[in-house]
């Protein structure tokens, strides 16, 4: 069992940073990938970024690939996003989750836990 908890989501200006955290619970977390997730009101939600077990690869879609940064630490249970050159269509509520990578491109997350989400807000 994994519990996570996100946190460090606000209001930003278009061009700005923001930095998410999600912190972990379980002895377990180290086993399993670990992503992020958003959802836009209407909208589905969609996969943003992920990151091996170890750490060693990171994966990303295309809307964020170049200004997002997804990192864990194992030893501290922790797994963070930061958020670069921020626009108004990245404002959604941000969810952590853990699970497995699925290595049919684009590379995705499959999710088992989930954590309750963060807003993020972009004005313009």
């Known amino acids: 069992q994994v519990q996570l908890v996100e946190s460090g989501g606000g209001l930003v200006q278009a061009g700005g940073s923001l930095r998410l955290s999600c912190a972990a619970s379980?002895?377990?977390?180290?086993?399993?990938?670990v992503g992020w997730f958003r959802q836009a009101p209407g909208k589905e939600r969609e996969f943003v970024a992920a990151?091996?077990?170890?750490?060693?690869?990171?994966y990303y879609s295309e809307s964020v690939k170049g200004r997002f940064t997804i990192s864990r630490d194992n030893a501290k249970n922790t797994v963070s996003l930061q958020m670069n050159s921020l626009k108004p269509e990245d404002t959604a509520v941000y969810y952590c989750?853990?699970?497995?990578?699925?290595?049919?491109?684009?590379?995705?997350?499959?999710?088992?836990?989930w954590g309750q989400g963060t807003q993020v807000t972009v004005s313009s």
């Open positions: 990151i091996t077990r170890s750490g060693g690869s990171t």
């Open positions: 379980g002895r377990t977390f180290s086993n399993y990938g």
């Open positions: 989750a853990s699970g497995d990578l699925v290595y049919v491109p684009p590379v995705t997350l499959r999710p088992t836990y």
